[in-house]
């Protein structure tokens, strides 16, 4: 007796007028005579014209046997007509397929924190470090790195949050640092950009490959202030938990670029913390 393995679910109506629902696991070939044992539906299209239903499950899991067709192994595509005709022409079911998490995208949660030195702090979920590194530098999770500016960096505390740790900066010109995104969506965004112990500069612009999407002017930050996302000055203290986050940002390609500094200029410009989360 020869099997196919099958994932489909049917609906069949049974002698009794009961509608039977079950996902079939294995199909059997069988030649279906008048005195089956077991219950039988008329299964047109076929050379016996029967198919029938096991009256107990094999496993847990109901069995449809299906009639061989001159003497041949059914195929699923012949088992998916039978099926139909059976049930008066319907089609069968096809199981919705299970969206990813996040609502249909896949989740992006990723974190950098600039500074000179790999362990001078612990991370946190979703966070790596960057050491003024060039890209493409891969590690946790993404690809990232300074495309030009010759920047460098440092390490400034450890008592304050993990994120102001140290910094990355440019001095007299503009930085550009890449980000690889791992779709086209929305995303939020999160930024510090100041350090713990000098006054500095900040001045960013953050593009969707070659369009703006948003930047933040050239400005004085005092020593232990950073600027958040949205260009507002928070002190050490403050910013962990009140700094604003930039929403809503469509990026049509997979390339976000952050453009650090000003051209031209005279001053340091620095990046401490940027953190993506993709909504859509």
């Given amino acids: 007796m020869r099997k196919l393995i099958l994932g489909i679910v049917i609906g069949i109506l049974i002698a009794s007028g009961t509608v039977v629902t ?51 192994l059914a195929t699923e595509e012949k088992v998916s007509q039978m099926i139909s005709a059976a049930l008066g022409g319907q089609p069968n079911p096809t199981p919705l397929p299970t969206p990813p998490p996040g609502g249909g995208f896949t989740p992006f949660d990723f974190g950098i924190n ?12 979703n966070e790596t470090y960057c050491l003024a590194e ?3 530098t891969a590690r946790g999770g993404a690809m990232f790195g300074w495309t030009s500016g010759a920047p460098s960096a440092r390490d400034r505390t450890t008592s304050a949050d993990r994120r102001l740790a140290g910094m990355n900066f440019v001095s007299g010109s503009q930085g550009t640092f890449r980000i690889d995104l791992p779709a086209p969506g929305t995303y939020d965004v999160r930024l510090a950009l100041g ?25 004085a930050v005092n020593s ?12 050490t203290s ?5 700094n604003l986050v930039r929403t809503g940002l469509v990026f ?22 940027v953190f993506l989360h993709r909504t859509s």
């Fill in 22 to 72: 079950a996902k079939v696991m294995m199909v059997q070939v069988v030649t279906c005579t008048s005195n089956s044992s077991y219950a039988c539906i008329g299964m047109p299209g076929t050379s016996s014209g029967l198919a029938i239903i096991r009256s107990k499950p094999v496993q847990g899991n109901p069995v449809l046997e299906l009639p061989t067709e001159s003497g041949t």
């Fill in 195 to 219: 350090e713990t112990d000098n006054p500095q500069h900040a001045a960013i612009e953050v593009y969707d490959n070659t369009t703006l999407r948003f930047s933040i002017p050239d400005q």
């Fill in 134 to 136: 060039n890209y493409p």
């Fill in 114 to 125: 600039f500074r000179a030195s790999a362990g001078f702090v612990g991370d946190g979920a």
């Fill in 252 to 273: 049509s390609s997979t390339t976000m670029i952050i453009k650090v500094g000003v051209a031209g200029g005279s001053n340091n410009y620095v990046i401490t913390h």
């Fill in 224 to 235: 232990s202030h950073f600027i958040d996302a949205m260009g507002v000055d928070r002190t």
């Fill in 238 to 242: 403050n910013w962990p938990t009140n």
